[in-house]
């Protein structure tokens, strides 16, 4: 974590997983959790020694059950939150394979990127749809 002088900035990496069929892997965040019942690209926070490859593949391991293929990174995003700040480090992934156990969200989908803007999403994550749709400004 990086102190600035307003709040601190906590690094969370987020996994753009595609399955063969060139669909996107998205996951809705438990009631009662951060940003519950919103969307979002999965992952979690980059733990102090931690290579952004290693904790994307622990994270996706921990919360969904699932093997990745960490391919490249994607696209960094600053969003603000009344108490931190996060810098989201997207990464393109391929899915491997894996038995499905969700602890922190309660649905996920495999979805085109046209079909993205059919749910909402957590704020930090809108500019990654944004470019996946060809909608960045």
């Not at 002088?5 to 959790?33: S, T």
């Not at 969904?64 to 490249?72: D, P």
């Not at 996946?132 to 400004?137: A, L, P, T, W």
């Given at each position: 974590?990086?102190?600035?002088?307003?709040?601190?900035?906590?690094?969370?990496?987020?996994?753009?997983?595609?399955?063969?069929?060139?669909?996107?892997?998205?996951?809705?965040?438990?009631?009662?959790?951060?940003?519950?019942?919103?969307?979002?690209?999965?992952?979690?926070?980059?733990?102090?020694?931690?290579?952004?490859?290693?904790?994307?593949?622990?994270?996706?391991?921990?919360?969904?059950?699932?093997?990745?293929?960490?391919?490249?990174?994607?696209?960094?995003?600053?969003?603000?939150?009344?108490?931190?700040?996060?810098?989201?480090?997207?990464?393109?992934?391929?899915?491997?394979?894996?038995?499905?156990?969700?602890?922190?969200?309660?649905?996920?989908?495999?979805?085109?990127?046209?079909?993205?803007?059919?749910v909402e999403f957590s704020a930090a994550d809108v500019p990654i749809v944004n470019k996946?749709?060809?909608?960045?400004?």
């Open positions: 974590m990086v102190e600035t002088g307003k709040q601190p900035i906590v690094p969370v990496l987020a996994g753009l997983i595609y399955d063969a069929a060139g669909k996107l892997l998205i996951a809705r965040r438990k009631a009662g959790l951060a940003n519950g019942g919103k969307w979002e690209f999965p992952g979690g926070k980059l733990q102090q020694g931690e290579s952004p490859e290693a904790c994307l593949e622990r994270e996706i391991a921990e919360e969904l059950g699932i093997s990745i293929a960490v391919e490249r990174p994607y696209l960094l995003v600053n969003h603000e939150y009344p108490d931190k700040s996060i810098l989201l480090i997207s990464y393109i992934c391929r899915f491997r394979g894996g038995e499905w156990q969700l602890t922190d969200h309660d649905r996920v989908e495999w979805r085109s990127a046209a079909q993205l803007t059919e996946i749709i060809g909608c960045d400004r």
